[in-house]
Nanobody
Framework: QVQLVESGGGLVQAGGSLRLSCAAS????????MGWYRQAPGKQRELVAK???????NYAESVKGRFSISRDNTKNTVYLQMNSLKPDDTALYYC????????WGQGTQVTVSS
């Protein structure tokens, strides 16, 4: 009963920036963790970043210092600010929300050209 709507993906040049947004709606009792995963062609899905209700965060080593995750609890929205993008960041980015159960977005494509 939770729907996640992702936006902000697109094509960007290496070194550029992009901001992803994910808004959760539906029957939500509480949201603990919100985050982003990504999957590139030929690779397994990996955690990019996550943020807990209390504000603590975790990042993949490959994105530390470049990506920043944040959330707006009043809007049930999580954001991923991606700076200094690299071609290796090219992937389908999936939003997820833990609200009693885990819910996943359908994915938004991020393509970084060299």
């Amino acid at each position: 009963q939770v729907q996640l709507v992702e936006s902000g993906g697109g094509l960007v040049q290496a070194g550029g920036s992009l901001r992803l947004s994910c808004a959760a709606s539906g029957t939500i009792f509480s949201i603990d963790v919100m985050g982003w995963y990504r999957q590139a062609p030929g690779k397994q899905r990996e955690l990019v970043a996550k943020i807990r209700s209390g504000g603590s965060t975790n990042y993949a080593e490959s994105v530390k210092g470049r990506f920043s995750i944040s959330r707006d609890n009043t809007k049930n929205t999580v954001y991923l600010q991606m700076n200094s993008l690299k071609p290796d960041d090219t992937a389908l980015y999936y939003c997820y929300v833990n609200a009693r159960f885990e819910f996943w977005g359908q994915g938004t494509q991020v393509t970084v050209s060299s």
